[in-house]
């Protein structure tokens, strides 16, 4: 799967140097993280979609530039937007999880918005995104929210595609609508992280939805 042409990450350019200051990323103890990888999902999953659950997963398929959140860099930094990045290219984060809770905004005159409640499948992905929530100064939870905004108008954001036989490229993927999605839905999702707020006092971390797959109905 390729990666997400998403235009509000678009980094042809490199930031020069002094644009970023570092942030280590924790690492745990690899025999602890070895009980970590066991996926929980409510509902009747067949094998056959569980793994396709687990390869998904793995950080050894994920695109160029896209890490899975049990394998994220050490080497983190902000840009001048306030976009988390990782050697001067904007760091995309893939993952697997199912829907909590589901919102969307959409009136006139106001920009559509679609947030998503997710929960983490694996605790070694609940350890990884402790350390992105980390970064904004707040206190990890099992649960995260991914925001979709886009420009459009009385129109729910585009970005979800049909993953539930294979996850095809963007190119050649199947789009279908937010409304289609019921709790404990199992979707793959690729995300970047952007800083709301003063990042040298008071500030939150985003989570950008940049596109979704379904993988699985509940």
Not at 143 to 167: A, C, E, H, M, N
Not at 179 to 204: H, K, S
Request: net charge negative; hydrophobic share 40%; charged share 25%.
């Amino acid at each position: 799967m390729s990666s997400s042409p998403d235009h509000r990450y678009k980094t042809d350019d490199p930031y020069p140097e002094e644009a970023f200051f570092r942030v280590p990323t924790p690492v745990g103890d690899d025999e602890e993280r070895l009980d970590d990888n066991t996926v929980v999902i409510s509902g009747n999953v067949d094998a056959h979609t569980m793994s396709r659950i687990h390869r998904l997963l793995c950080a050894g398929t994920a695109p160029a530039r896209t890490f899975t959140l049990d394998a994220l860099p050490l080497r983190l930094g902000w840009t001048r937007g306030g976009i988390l990045s990782h050697n001067k290219h904007v760091l995309k984060v893939r993952t697997v999880a199912a829907i909590v809770a589901m919102r969307t905004e959409n009136r006139v005159g106001v920009v559509s918005t679609l947030a998503m409640d997710l929960s983490l499948l694996r605790s070694i992905d609940e350890e990884g995104l402790a350390c992105l929530v980390a970064l904004g100064g707040k206190t990890p939870h099992k649960t995260f929210t991914v925001v979709r905004v886009d420009d459009q108008l009385k129109q729910i954001p585009s970005g979800l595609y049909d993953g539930t036989d294979r996850v095809r490229p963007l190119p050649w993927a199947v789009a279908i609508p937010f409304t289609t999605l019921r709790m404990n839905d199992v979707l793959m999702v690729e995300f970047g992280c952007r800083i709301v707020g003063d990042i040298d006092d008071d500030c939150d971390l985003r989570f950008d939805l940049l596109c979704g797959y379904l993988l699985w109905r509940n």
